[in-house]
C-alpha cells in the first residue's frame, strides 16, 4: 500500500490534470488508500488548490460530479443548488455480457467497439459535433464519453433516459419499423416485410443493419454461416440452415430494395439484430446511470486506484489506436522485485510479460499495475 | 389612379388587421395578442365593468365553464372586427375568473382546455405557421422537422408512440406529422398558461364582477375533489412486480418511464384516486407534484380521454420489470395475479 501511495505522490508532483469545464461548480469526492469510505462535498475555488490536493493527499480514487452546483461544498443535494449536468455515457465492461469473460486486454478491446456504436448514435442521430464530445478512457474497464453541448446540459433525468433508452434500444417497438405487409394471393396472403435503409433513426438503422447482414452471411461459407447465425440468441440449427438455403442472389435483390417476403424467419433474427447493433449500457433496468442528473466521474489525470492508470482523454479521430496499456501507463521502465501470488500474463507497453507465481522483477509500471490489483505484493 | 391606390393600400391595410386580429382571436395567448391588448390600453375596470366589454365578459366566464364542464373551449363563429375583438379581450377574462377561483385544479383544467383548443386550430394551420408559432415558445423548427432537445421537452414520452426511440431522428432532427407537431405546441402552450396563472393575482374588483360564477366554481370543485372511494385496494395482493415499483419508487430510486405507467394503470385499474397514487410517487427523487400529477391524470385518462389499461405480462417482462413468482407462472396480466390472489384469500 505504501509503494502505490508512494507512486501515486510521484505523479501528482508533476501530473497534467485536465479541469472539468465549469471547474469551480462541480463538487468533488475522493477515497484514499486504506480507507473504505469517500470524502465527498469538496469544491476548489482555483486550479492550484485542487493540484495542491492531489499532491498531498495523493487519492486512491478522484471523481468529480456530472452535476455543476451554486454551491458544490453544501452537504446536501438541495442546499447544493443543482444548475446542470453534462450527459455522461459510462461504458464498461461490467455491462457487456461477453465481454466479462475476457482477459483484460480483450475486454477493453470490446468496450471500444461499444464507444464506436455510441459515438455513431450521437454522431448521426443526434447532430452532435465532434467539439461537443470528449471520450476517456476511465483507467478501469470501460470508457466514458461527455456531452456537453448546451441544450443537453439542462435536461432532465426523464428526457435523459429517453436518450438512453434510444441508443440502448429500450422501448423500441419493432411492429412500426419492420412493418409487415399482406399481399392477397391465389389462396392466403403472402406477408412481406417492407424496410428502407435511407430512412433516419431505427428504422434505418434496422434496415441497413439487416440487409448488411444477410449480405454477410450470403458470402459465407454453408458451415461458417449456419454458426454464425446460430450465435443470435433464439436461432436454432433448423432455422439457420433455412435462412442460409433461402438466400438465393434474386432474393438478396429483393432484400436490398427493402422487401422481405416469407417473413417468419426474418422476423425472428429482427429482435437479436437489435441487441447486436444497439449500445450495452447497463447490465440491469434499474441501474441508475446516464440518466442520472448528478453522480461522480473520474477526474481526468487522475489514476486509478486498482489500476494505477491515468484516467485519458482519448480524441475522437484516434479511438482506434488508442492502447490503454500503453496510452495510458504514467510509470517507468525501473525495475521492481514483487511477489506475485499466481501466474499472469499481459501485455503492456507493447512487450508480452508471463509472470511466475514468487519473486520477480517487473518494470515499475507492470508493478503498479499488479499491486494496484491486488495480483502482487512487494 | 391615385384614388386606386389609395384604396389598395386602405385595403391592404385593412386585410392585414383582420388576419392579424383573426389570428389573435384564436390564440389569444401570444405574445402580439398581449402586445395589443396593452397598446388598446383598456384599464382593468373597464374591462371588467364597462358595458361595452359585456360579450367579452361573457365569452370569457363561458370559456372557464367549458373548460371545467367539458374539458374543452368551443369555438364561436367570428365574423367582423368587433367579434374577434371581443374574442381576444375574452381571454384575460377568463385567466382572471380562474385565478380567483384559488383553485390548482380549476388552474390545470383551464390551461388544458385552452390549449386543446389551440390544437384543435393549430393542426388545420399550415406548416410556416406552425413554425411560426413553434418560435413563440423557442422550439426549434427546420420544415417538418423538429429539433430532439424541443421535442424531449414537450412529448409525452410515456407513451410508447412517443418515445425517442421509436421516433425518426436523423442529425438531431425528427420529423413529423403535422398534427403530432400541433400535439407538441398544445403540450408547451399549456406549460406556458399554467405556470403564468400559477404566478398571477386577480385584480380585488373580480368578486364584484364574477361573484357568483366564482362561487360557483368552488362548489363544483370541491364536490369533485370529495368524490368517495370505491373500494378499498388492498396491497397484499399485488404482483411482484408492482410491488417492486412501489418500492423503488418510495425509496428513492429512479424509476424509468415504463416502470412509473405500469404502477399508475394498474393502482387505477384498481380504482385508486390520483391523490392516492401520487402520494406514492411523493418520495421519488425528481418528485415534480405539477408533472406528476399531469401524467397521472394523462395515463388515467381523466384529461386526455384515453384510460390506459396495465400492460401485459409480456412486455413488462420485455421492459425488464418483471420478478416472477409462483402465481405469476399461472397468469398473464397483472390484474389476474390482484384477481386470483384475493379470490384465494
Same mark, same amino acid.
Given at each position: /500500500?505504501?509503494?502505490?501511495?508512494?507512486?501515486?505522490?510521484?505523479? @501528482?508532483?508533476?501530473?497534467?490534470?485536465?479541469?472539468?469545464?465549469?471547474?469551480?461548480?462541480?463538487? @468533488?469526492?475522493?477515497?484514499?488508500?486504506?480507507?473504505?469510505?469517500?470524502?465527498?462535498?469538496?469544491?476548489?475555488?482555483?486550479?492550484?488548490?485542487?493540484?495542491?490536493?492531489?499532491?498531498?493527499?495523493?487519492?486512491?480514487?478522484?471523481?468529480?460530479?456530472?452535476?455543476?452546483?451554486?454551491?458544490?461544498?453544501?452537504?446536501?443535494?438541495?442546499?447544493?443548488?443543482?444548475?446542470?449536468?453534462?450527459?455522461?455515457?459510462?461504458?464498461?465492461?461490467?455491462?457487456?455480457?461477453?465481454?466479462?469473460?475476457?482477459?483484460?486486454?480483450?475486454?477493453?478491446?470490446?468496450?471500444?467497439?461499444? /464507444?464506436?456504436?455510441?459515438?455513431?448514435?450521437?454522431?448521426?442521430?443526434?447532430?452532435?459535433?465532434?467539439?461537443?464530445?470528449?471520450?476517456?478512457? +476511465?483507467?478501469?474497464?470501460?470508457?466514458?464519453?461527455?456531452?456537453?453541448?448546451?441544450?443537453?446540459? +439542462?435536461?432532465?433525468?426523464?428526457?435523459? *433516459?429517453?436518450?438512453?433508452?434510444?441508443?440502448?434500444?429500450?422501448?423500441?417497438?419493432?411492429?412500426?419499423?419492420?412493418?409487415?405487409?399482406?399481399?392477397?394471393?391465389? @389462396?392466403?396472403?403472402?406477408?412481406?416485410?417492407?424496410?428502407?435503409?435511407?430512412?433516419?433513426?431505427? +428504422?434505418?438503422? /434496422?434496415?441497413?443493419?439487416?440487409?448488411?447482414?444477410?449480405?454477410?452471411?450470403?458470402?459465407?461459407?454453408?458451415?461458417?454461416?449456419?454458426?454464425?447465425?446460430?450465435?443470435?440468441?433464439?436461432?436454432?440449427?433448423?432455422?439457420? +440452415?433455412?435462412?442460409?438455403?433461402?438466400?438465393?442472389?434474386?432474393?438478396?435483390?429483393?432484400?436490398?430494395?427493402?422487401?422481405?417476403?416469407?417473413?417468419?424467419?426474418?422476423?425472428?433474427?429482427?429482435?437479436?439484430?437489435?441487441?447486436?447493433?444497439?449500445?450495452?449500457?447497463?447490465?440491469?433496468?434499474?441501474?441508475?446511470?446516464?440518466?442520472?442528473?448528478?453522480?461522480?466521474?473520474?477526474?481526468?489525470?487522475?489514476?486509478?486506484?486498482?489500476?494505477?492508470?491515468?484516467?485519458?482523454?482519448?480524441?475522437?479521430?484516434?479511438?482506434?489506436?488508442?492502447?490503454?496499456?500503453?496510452?495510458?501507463?504514467?510509470?517507468?521502465?525501473?525495475?521492481?522485485?514483487?511477489?506475485?501470488?499466481?501466474?499472469?500474463?499481459?501485455?503492456?507497453?507493447?512487450?508480452?510479460?508471463?509472470?511466475?507465481?514468487?519473486?520477480?522483477?517487473?518494470?515499475?509500471?507492470?508493478?503498479?499495475?499488479?499491486?494496484? *490489483?491486488?495480483?502482487?505484493?512487494? | 389612379?391615385?384614388?386606386?391606390?389609395?384604396?389598395?393600400?386602405?385595403?391592404?391595410?385593412?386585410?392585414?388587421?383582420?388576419?392579424?386580429?383573426?389570428?389573435?382571436?384564436?390564440?389569444?395567448?401570444?405574445?402580439?395578442?398581449?402586445?395589443?391588448?396593452?397598446?388598446?390600453?383598456?384599464?382593468?375596470?373597464?374591462?371588467?365593468?364597462?358595458?361595452?366589454?359585456?360579450?367579452?365578459?361573457?365569452?370569457?366566464?363561458?370559456?372557464?365553464?367549458?373548460?371545467?364542464? $367539458?374539458?374543452?373551449?368551443?369555438?364561436?363563429?367570428?365574423?367582423?372586427?368587433?367579434?374577434?375583438?371581443?374574442?381576444?379581450?375574452?381571454?384575460?377574462?377568463?385567466?382572471?375568473?380562474?385565478?380567483?377561483?384559488?383553485?390548482? @385544479?380549476?388552474?390545470?383544467?383551464?390551461?388544458?382546455?385552452?390549449?386543446?383548443?389551440?390544437?384543435?386550430?393549430?393542426?388545420?394551420?399550415?406548416?410556416?405557421?406552425?413554425? $411560426?408559432?413553434?418560435?413563440?415558445?423557442?422550439?426549434?423548427?427546420?420544415?417538418?422537422?423538429?429539433?430532439?432537445?424541443?421535442?424531449?421537452?414537450?412529448?409525452?414520452?410515456?407513451?410508447?408512440?412517443?418515445?425517442?426511440?421509436?421516433?425518426?431522428?436523423?442529425?438531431?432532427?425528427?420529423?413529423?406529422?403535422?398534427?403530432?407537431?400541433?400535439?407538441?405546441?398544445?403540450?408547451?402552450?399549456?406549460?406556458?398558461?399554467?405556470?403564468?396563472?400559477?404566478?398571477?393575482?386577480?385584480?380585488?374588483?373580480?368578486?364584484?364582477?364574477?361573484?357568483?360564477?366564482?362561487?360557483?366554481?368552488?362548489?363544483?370543485?370541491?364536490?369533485?375533489?370529495?368524490?368517495?372511494?370505491?373500494?378499498?385496494?388492498?396491497?397484499?395482493?399485488?404482483?411482484?412486480?408492482?410491488?417492486?415499483?412501489?418500492?423503488?419508487?418510495?425509496?428513492?430510486?429512479?424509476?424509468?418511464?415504463?416502470?412509473?405507467?405500469?404502477?399508475?394503470?394498474?393502482?387505477?385499474?384498481?380504482?385508486?384516486?390520483?391523490?392516492?397514487?401520487?402520494?406514492?410517487?411523493?418520495?421519488?427523487?425528481?418528485?415534480?407534484?405539477?408533472?406528476?400529477?399531469?401524467?397521472?391524470?394523462?395515463?388515467?385518462?381523466?384529461?386526455?380521454?384515453?384510460?390506459?389499461?396495465?400492460?401485459?405480462?409480456?412486455?413488462?417482462?420485455?421492459?425488464?420489470?418483471?420478478?416472477?413468482?409462483?402465481?405469476?407462472?399461472?397468469?398473464?396480466?397483472?390484474?389476474?395475479?390482484?384477481?386470483?390472489?384475493?379470490?384465494?384469500?
Amino acid at each position: /500500500m505504501n509503494f502505490l501511495k508512494k507512486k501515486f505522490t510521484e505523479y @501528482y508532483s508533476k501530473a497534467d490534470i485536465e479541469f472539468p469545464p465549469r471547474f469551480d461548480r462541480r463538487e @468533488y469526492a475522493f477515497i484514499f488508500f486504506g480507507e473504505g469510505g469517500m470524502h465527498r462535498h469538496i469544491s476548489f475555488l482555483s486550479r492550484d488548490a485542487l493540484i495542491s490536493y492531489l499532491k498531498k493527499n495523493s487519492p486512491a480514487h478522484s471523481y468529480y460530479s456530472s452535476a455543476y452546483y451554486r454551491h458544490p461544498d453544501a452537504a446536501t443535494m438541495r442546499e447544493k443548488e443543482w444548475m446542470g449536468a453534462d450527459l455522461i455515457f459510462d461504458l464498461d465492461a461490467d455491462h457487456i455480457p461477453d465481454a466479462i469473460k475476457l482477459p483484460y486486454e480483450k475486454m477493453l478491446v470490446m468496450v471500444k467497439k461499444e /464507444m464506436e456504436k455510441l459515438l455513431s448514435f450521437l454522431m448521426d442521430d443526434f447532430g452532435f459535433d465532434k467539439k461537443d464530445m470528449r471520450i476517456y478512457f +476511465s483507467g478501469g474497464r470501460g470508457y466514458h464519453c461527455h456531452v456537453s453541448h448546451p441544450d443537453v446540459i +439542462s435536461l432532465g433525468s426523464q428526457e435523459r *433516459r429517453e436518450i438512453v433508452d434510444y441508443v440502448t434500444a429500450r422501448g423500441l417497438n419493432i411492429k412500426g419499423i419492420v412493418k409487415e405487409k399482406s399481399i392477397p394471393k391465389e @389462396y392466403f396472403a403472402d406477408k412481406t416485410i417492407e424496410i428502407d435503409p435511407r430512412k433516419g433513426g431505427w +428504422s434505418g438503422r /434496422m434496415a441497413r443493419g439487416i440487409i448488411d447482414f444477410l449480405k454477410e452471411i450470403k458470402n459465407m461459407e454453408k458451415e461458417k454461416a449456419i454458426k454464425k447465425l446460430m450465435e443470435l440468441e433464439g436461432i436454432g440449427e433448423k432455422t439457420a +440452415s433455412s435462412l442460409y438455403a433461402s438466400l438465393s442472389d434474386e432474393r438478396i435483390k429483393r432484400i436490398e430494395d427493402g422487401k422481405i417476403d416469407q417473413s417468419r424467419e426474418f422476423k425472428r433474427i429482427a429482435i437479436p439484430l437489435i441487441k447486436k447493433l444497439s449500445v450495452s449500457l447497463h447490465s440491469s433496468a434499474d441501474e441508475p446511470v446516464t440518466g442520472d442528473i448528478k453522480r461522480l466521474i473520474r477526474l481526468p489525470g487522475s489514476l486509478h486506484g486498482k489500476t494505477g492508470l491515468r484516467v485519458t482523454k482519448v480524441e475522437i479521430n484516434e479511438l482506434q489506436e488508442f492502447n490503454p496499456l500503453r496510452d495510458a501507463v504514467v510509470f517507468g521502465e525501473e525495475k521492481v522485485r514483487v511477489m506475485i501470488k499466481k501466474p499472469f500474463s499481459i501485455e503492456m507497453m507493447e512487450n508480452r510479460f508471463r509472470v511466475n507465481e514468487g519473486v520477480n522483477e517487473v518494470p515499475e509500471y507492470l508493478a503498479v499495475f499488479l499491486m494496484a *490489483r491486488g495480483l502482487a505484493t512487494i | 389612379m391615385y384614388y386606386k391606390f389609395i384604396a389598395l393600400m386602405f385595403f391592404k391595410w385593412f386585410y392585414f388587421n383582420f388576419v392579424e386580429l383573426s389570428v389573435m382571436a384564436k390564440y389569444p395567448f401570444i405574445s402580439s395578442a398581449r402586445e395589443w391588448v396593452k397598446k388598446e390600453g383598456v384599464r382593468v375596470e373597464e374591462i371588467l365593468f364597462d358595458e361595452i366589454y359585456e360579450r367579452a365578459r361573457g365569452r370569457g366566464a363561458e370559456r372557464v365553464m367549458q373548460a371545467l364542464e $367539458r374539458g374543452l373551449i368551443k369555438d364561436v363563429p367570428l365574423l367582423e372586427e368587433a367579434d374577434f375583438i371581443m374574442e381576444i379581450f375574452s381571454y384575460p377574462v377568463a385567466r382572471m375568473i380562474v385565478v380567483a377561483s384559488g383553485s390548482d @385544479y380549476v388552474i390545470r383544467r383551464y390551461s388544458l382546455a385552452e390549449s386543446k383548443r389551440a390544437y384543435e386550430n393549430l393542426k388545420n394551420e399550415n406548416i410556416e405557421f406552425i413554425e $411560426r408559432m413553434a418560435a413563440e415558445f423557442g422550439i426549434r423548427m427546420n420544415g417538418n422537422r423538429m429539433y430532439f432537445v424541443d421535442y424531449l421537452r414537450y412529448a409525452p414520452t410515456w407513451d410508447i408512440k412517443w418515445k425517442l426511440v421509436n421516433r425518426e431522428l436523423r442529425k438531431g432532427e425528427i420529423i413529423l406529422e403535422k398534427h403530432e407537431l400541433a400535439r407538441l405546441l398544445q403540450e408547451a402552450i399549456r406549460k406556458k398558461i399554467y405556470s403564468e396563472l400559477l404566478y398571477m393575482y386577480p385584480p380585488p374588483e373580480i368578486k364584484k364582477a364574477f361573484g357568483d360564477i366564482i362561487e360557483k366554481i368552488k362548489a363544483k370543485v370541491s364536490f369533485k375533489e370529495e368524490k368517495e372511494r370505491i373500494d378499498e385496494v388492498d396491497a397484499r395482493f399485488f404482483p411482484p412486480c408492482i410491488k417492486n415499483l412501489i418500492s423503488a419508487t418510495k425509496s428513492g430510486v429512479n424509476v424509468p418511464h415504463v416502470g412509473r405507467f405500469t404502477l399508475v394503470t394498474f393502482l387505477n385499474a384498481l380504482g385508486m384516486s390520483i391523490d392516492e397514487i401520487l402520494k406514492i410517487f411523493s418520495s421519488s427523487p425528481d418528485f415534480n407534484p405539477e408533472k406528476t400529477r399531469y401524467q397521472i391524470e394523462h395515463i388515467t385518462g381523466k384529461i386526455s380521454g384515453t384510460d390506459y389499461t396495465p400492460p401485459k405480462c409480456d412486455t413488462i417482462r420485455t421492459w425488464g420489470l418483471c420478478f416472477p413468482d409462483e402465481i405469476c407462472k399461472r397468469i398473464r396480466h397483472p390484474l389476474s395475479y390482484y384477481r386470483l390472489k384475493r379470490r384465494r384469500k
